[in-house]
């Protein structure tokens, strides 16, 4: 799908801003391969800087050009995807008819492919160019591709898309052409915890990772928590009332030091092993703080028995919006049943198995909060009318 109006060259700064802007690709020695390959040897003593320099001034041809971007490139970084639920009945017919009412409005760098899987099924692959202005030039336009899946069950059909802007403008006029079609709305469920509380959002998450059906929560990894901090009330500062002695100076400044500290800290990533229990995590909660991003690891409980990891979280974390997911890979048991120590990547059919339970489990999970926030509710009336 390559445009021909979109070849150019490239000067020896865009090079040597390439270079410079993959470092951990693109290290001193992916430096001195590149220059060997020309036959050319450099000392082992320059600097990343002066190989960067020397090599940008060498003649690149596009192969070489293409090479040099081939290696700057993070091909194990996988997308996440999302979901959105359209509900009311939709044929596959209907899917098919508003696809090809897409595709005949596809621009010059676009290219839209879509087939058929089964009789529930049906798949369309947007092939574009993206643009993104906050690299270097060279690596500003990236070609990118969509694969938009439709999964069409009597009263609902789920659309499992890549998370970023063009998938949803995609699905969205996907949406808009069902609706003039039918002459009739379709409405659509997203994953959405605009309406619960900083500690339901946490409980969205511990509930998640927990109740995957065929999974049994083994690490918690990684955890992003977003501030929910609200200033003590006056009476925490009157001092100890099982005692009534006020507090030692010097933890009172320390203790005022740490609320001030967080009074300014809008997010915090942890990193490390078994999170949700650590105590680092835990005194975040008691500030107020509520899980907005998870990674964690969960053993299948059926044969092969082998650990999946996932993620999870919000790319809108303080409205609680735009849900976002992935299986990262797992650890395989190898013959002897011991599990590999390094994270495997899963087939395309694989994820395609899993996304369904973490989808299916995080609805059910939002039911479940919102049912007992009603509750709740319900509870707190009869006891005040009970006052009355």
């Not at 220059?35 to 020397?54: C, H, N």
């Not at 052409?177 to 409405?187: G, S």
């Not at 010097?250 to 300014?264: G, I, P, R, W, Y």
């Amino acid at each position: 799908m390559a445009n021909q109006d979109l070849k150019y060259c490239a000067t020896d700064k865009e090079i040597y801003d390439l270079l410079m802007s993959a470092r951990q690709k693109v290290n001193e020695a992916a430096l001195h391969e590149m220059a060997r390959v020309r036959g050319i040897f450099y000392s082992p003593r320059e600097s990343r800087e002066s190989l960067a320099s020397q090599i940008s001034l060498l003649t690149h041809d596009y192969a070489a050009l293409e090479d040099v971007l081939g290696q700057s490139e993070n091909r194990n970084r996988a997308e996440r995807v999302t979901s959105v639920t359209l509900t009311g009945k939709i044929t596959n017919e209907e899917i098919k008819e508003a696809v090809a009412a897409f595709q005949g409005q596809t621009v010059a760098d676009q290219k839209v492919l879509s087939h058929q899987e089964g009789t529930d099924k049906y798949v369309m692959q947007v092939q574009y160019s993206e643009i993104d202005f906050a690299k270097t030039r060279l690596l500003q336009r990236r070609q990118r591709e969509a694969d938009i899946r439709f999964e069409i069950e009597d009263d609902k059909t789920t659309v499992r898309l890549p998370a970023n802007p063009k998938a949803r403008a995609i699905v969205e006029e996907i949406r808009a052409t069902l609706i003039a079609k039918k002459n009739k709305d379709v409405p659509r469920e997203l994953i959405e915890i605009t309406d619960l509380s900083s500690t339901a959002r946490t409980e969205f998450f511990t509930k998640l990772i927990t109740s995957l059906e065929g999974y049994s929560l083994f690490n918690v990894s990684n955890v992003k928590v977003q501030s929910g901090f609200h200033p003590p009330e006056p009476e925490d500062a009157l001092g100890d009332e099982s005692t009534g002695e006020a507090p030692h100076a010097a933890d009172e400044e320390t203790a005022e030091a740490e609320e001030a500290m967080l009074a300014v800290v809008d997010d915090v990533a942890l990193h490390g092993q078994s999170l949700l229990a650590s105590p680092e995590y835990q005194n975040l909660r008691t500030k107020g703080f509520y899980i907005t991003a998870i990674t964690w690891v969960s053993a299948q409980t059926e044969s092969p028995y082998n650990r999946v990891e996932f993620d999870a979280g919000f790319e809108e974390p303080k409205e609680g919006r735009e849900f976002r997911y992935n299986v990262r890979g797992l650890y395989r048991r190898n013959v002897k049943g011991d599990l590999t120590k390094t994270l495997r990547p899963l087939t395309d059919g694989h994820k395609q198995a899993i996304f369904p339970i973490l989808e299916q489990t995080a609805r059910k999970v939002l039911v479940d909060l919102r049912e007992s926030k009603k509750d709740d509710g319900q509870d707190q009336n009869v006891v005040k009318d009970k006052e009355k």
